[in-house]
Each structure stands twice: as structure tokens, then as C-alpha cells.
């Protein structure tokens, strides 16, 4: 069975810090992983995912098959990056349906 | 494009009251989801549907929720009788490649 882990439900750091949003996953195949924020009243959208190996938002995310993790870091965290973040996996070639991490709130202080 | 749309935003009922929660997808997209978030569980998925036809539904707490999809640009998500416990955010998205695209949410509270 598939199952992700997202470990902190709330997280907070100042304005300049590095943030990491920790993010685990079981899956005996090749998952495709992704993250989704939600932004305060605003709907839940995509963030990034493992596949485009790209930054958004200064955000960068890497897949750990070893360690089975999809660990969302920032370097630098902003106030705007306060929202909740979720962890989400796809399984490979069967994409139906995506599995989701609890989410963790994050709080950016000033 | 104004996304994935859902009525009502907002929803306050009685205990034992239907209520019947609306989506319309992305035109185009071919898989529509539908789930619950709460402070306590996170986001649940309850149903989702391919091409209309309802693929899982293992998610559905009870006979109490059932959904619907009569085309493919309008789904229901029905709670009869309603109870407090279902009081959450219900969130609709559809998707058509790897990308699942939320609505705004339906924030329903069952007195």
C-alpha cells in the first residue's frame, strides 16, 4: 500500500531562514511525487513536481528513493510563503488517483 | 477560464438535512475528484470518477454520501441526512494530464 507521511503539522520560521517542509513516502513501485499549497482563501494548487525537476517560488524539492522522501526546501523563506503544504504521490503509469500527506501549516515570521 | 467552479461557498444546515454540494470541472478534463478536508483528518479523498463513470469510491465515509456525474461537465456530492461530523471543507478538482486543478471549496457546517 502507498502512504505519505508528512511529519510537522505546523512549522515556523523567521523571515530569511530555511525552511524544510519534510515529506515520506511508502510505495513498493516508482512513485511520481508532488507538492500542493494552499494560500490563506485561496483553492489548493500545484506547487511543483519531482518529474520537472525545476524551482518555483524558490522552492526546489528532490526525490530520495533511498530514503523515501520528498523533503520541500527554501533557502531563504519569505512571509508570502506562509500556507499549508501538501506532500502528494501518484503512482507512476496508474495516475487516477493522488495520495496526500496531512499537510503542514507554515508560518513565516516577520 | 475560471477553473473548476462549486456552489454553494458556503453551506449551513440543520442536522438531518440533504445537502447537495455542485462542481463543474475544467472543460476538457477526463478525471473529477472529490474530497474532504478537515483539522483533524486532512484531505480525504472520497470519490473520484473517469470519463464520468465513478472509479473509487472506497473513500465515502458512509450510505449517507453518495455523488453522482450525469456529463462531463457537472457532478453532485450528496449528504442525506446530514450529521455535525460532516461539517468540513469539500473540495472538487479535475485533472486531465498529471496536473489535478482545485476549486475554491464548499465550507459546509451541519448544526
Not at chain 1, 524551482?55 to 523533503?71: M, Q, R, V, W
Amino acid at each position: 500500500a502507498q502512504r505519505v507521511t508528512q511529519p510537522e503539522k505546523l512549522l515556523s520560521v523567521f523571515k530569511g531562514a530555511p525552511v524544510e517542509l519534510k515529506c515520506n513516502y511508502s510505495y513498493s513501485g516508482s512513485p511520481e511525487l508532488f507538492w500542493y499549497v494552499q494560500y490563506s482563501r485561496q483553492r489548493l494548487q500545484l506547487l511543483l513536481r519531482h518529474i520537472s525537476r525545476e524551482s518555483i517560488k524558490g522552492f526546489t524539492a528532490d526525490l530520495n528513493k533511498g530514503e523515501t522522501s520528498f523533503h520541500l526546501k527554501k533557502p531563504f523563506a519569505q512571509e508570502e510563503d506562509s500556507a499549508m503544504y501538501y506532500c502528494a504521490l501518484s503512482r507512476g503509469s496508474t495516475l487516477g488517483r493522488l495520495y496526500f500527506g496531512r499537510g503542514t501549516q507554515l508560518t513565516v515570521w516577520p | 477560464d475560471a477553473g473548476v467552479i462549486q456552489s454553494p461557498r458556503h453551506e449551513v444546515t440543520e442536522m438531518g438535512q440533504e445537502v447537495t454540494l455542485r462542481c463543474k470541472p475544467i472543460s476538457g478534463h477526463d478525471y473529477l475528484f472529490w474530497y474532504r478536508q478537515t483539522m483533524m483528518r486532512g484531505l480525504e479523498l472520497l470519490i473520484y470518477f473517469n470519463n464520468n463513470v465513478p472509479i473509487d469510491d472506497s473513500g465515502m465515509p458512509e450510505d449517507r454520501f453518495s455523488a453522482k456525474m450525469p456529463n462531463a461537465s457537472f457532478s453532485t456530492l450528496k449528504i442525506q441526512p446530514s450529521e455535525p461530523r460532516d461539517s468540513a471543507v469539500y473540495f472538487c478538482a479535475s485533472r486531465l494530464t498529471d496536473t489535478q486543478y482545485f476549486g475554491p471549496g464548499t465550507r459546509l457546517t451541519v448544526l
